[in-house]
């Protein structure tokens, strides 16, 4: 029996999608078409079929069997209604899963349990995050998956090791299922933060050594990725958290576990995330202070060639002055230790400042 608090399962689209949209979607002109298969759960192991209409599902089914649907592409919706009027699943369950982009939550309705991700993944260039989204729907001895755009095979790590199970499985056993499916969704986040880490330490070792506007921007772009993923964990703390109170009837024990752990996951990830923007800000911070100390370098080089010139022009502009009675003028030697003595004073002056540290290039990396 599905209990669902006011407001529940309302549509909650974002405003706009959380990265862009993949190969897959692009291709197809924004929604790739839809395609079913089925992993029937029989008392010799687990079976996919691939499904072509309706009534081939409902001959496939057999009073207590345990099914896992996938729904893979979410161009017609009329197709997907009609392939799920056999599970007899509740209509008003639907539009927050089939309705995209959705904000990432995580819902428990008495009877069923449905939680929207988005798979976040780089494109070929490592700068940029394309989404696509996945919902899934726990209901008594069904387990139904919804991908915007999968990459080949559905889950094909998961389905290789069930086609590969002798025997029955139990019907508590979806619940292990479901988690192992959104647990690989955020495992997959690892893998990219760890990428832009390495990639904001390089970035910080450059700009201290080479201050660059262009390095600027590929921090603020890193920095925008990983606002797109914190903001796709940060609503599941709650949401695992109120799920684990209420004790969900369609969780085990093991699975109760699994989402215990999965709370710590996304704490993690929350964390890793925060911590990698404040590598951002340091970066930022870092650049400033590297351009700084150029500008300083710059301004205390011109202020040396000044300060050793300045007593040569007050020199020349001296002797350049057009008065007959200036006995320097009429000297054999004049000019020669008018030479010698500017000479005198620019290398007094650079040994001076030489010695105080002035020519010293303080933006040379040790």
Not at 214 to 221: G, I, N
Not at 272 to 300: E, H, P, W
């Amino acid at each position: 029996m599905l209990r669902p608090t006011p407001g529940a399962l309302n549509s909650h689209l974002l405003e706009e999608r959380p990265a862009s949209l993949p190969t897959q979607l692009y291709v197809h002109g924004g929604r790739r078409p839809t395609t079913f298969s089925v992993m029937l759960f029989e008392a010799s192991g687990p079976r996919l079929v691939d499904l072509d209409s309706p009534q081939q599902l409902e001959q496939l089914l057999r009073p207590g069997m345990s099914v896992w649907l996938r729904v893979m592409g979410l161009w017609d919706t009329d197709d997907i209604l009609a392939m799920l009027k056999p599970l007899a699943v509740p209509a008003l369950l639907l539009p927050p899963l089939l309705e995209v982009p959705q904000r990432a939550r995580v819902d428990s309705l008495g009877d069923a349990l449905m939680v929207v991700l988005h798979r976040l993944s780089f494109s070929r260039d490592p700068m940029h995050l394309i989404s696509s989204q996945v919902g899934f729907l726990l209901l008594p001895q069904q387990l139904i998956t919804f991908e915007e755009a999968p990459i080949g095979e559905s889950f094909p790590q998961l389905t290789e090791w069930l086609e590969k199970q002798v025997g029955a499985v139990e019907h508590r056993d979806l619940d292990d299922i479901l988690h192992f499916l959104v647990d690989e969704v955020l495992d997959e986040l690892f893998p990219m933060l760890e990428q832009i880490s390495n990639r904001l330490d390089d970035l910080e070792e450059a700009v201290l050594r080479h201050p660059k506007p262009k390095l600027l921007s590929r921090t603020f772009v890193h920095r925008s990725n990983l606002r797109t993923i914190r903001s796709q964990v940060w609503p599941l703390r709650h949401q695992i958290r109120v799920l684990l109170r209420q004790r969900q009837q369609l969780l085990g024990p093991e699975a109760l576990i699994g989402f215990q752990e999965m709370g710590e996951l996304v704490e993690l990830l929350f964390d890793t995330t925060d911590l990698l923007r404040n590598q951002c800000d340091a970066i930022t911070q870092a650049y400033a202070a590297s351009v700084g100390n150029r500008m300083n370098q710059v301004m205390k080089t011109l202020t040396i060639i000044t300060s050793i010139f300045a007593p040569l022009s007050f020199l020349a502009g001296v002797y350049g002055m057009n008065f007959e009675n200036m006995p320097e003028l009429k000297w054999h030697y004049g000019y020669f230790m008018c030479l010698v003595l500017m000479a005198v004073i620019a290398g007094t002056q650079a040994y001076w400042l030489r010695r105080r540290g002035w020519f010293d290039d303080w933006t040379t990396p040790r």
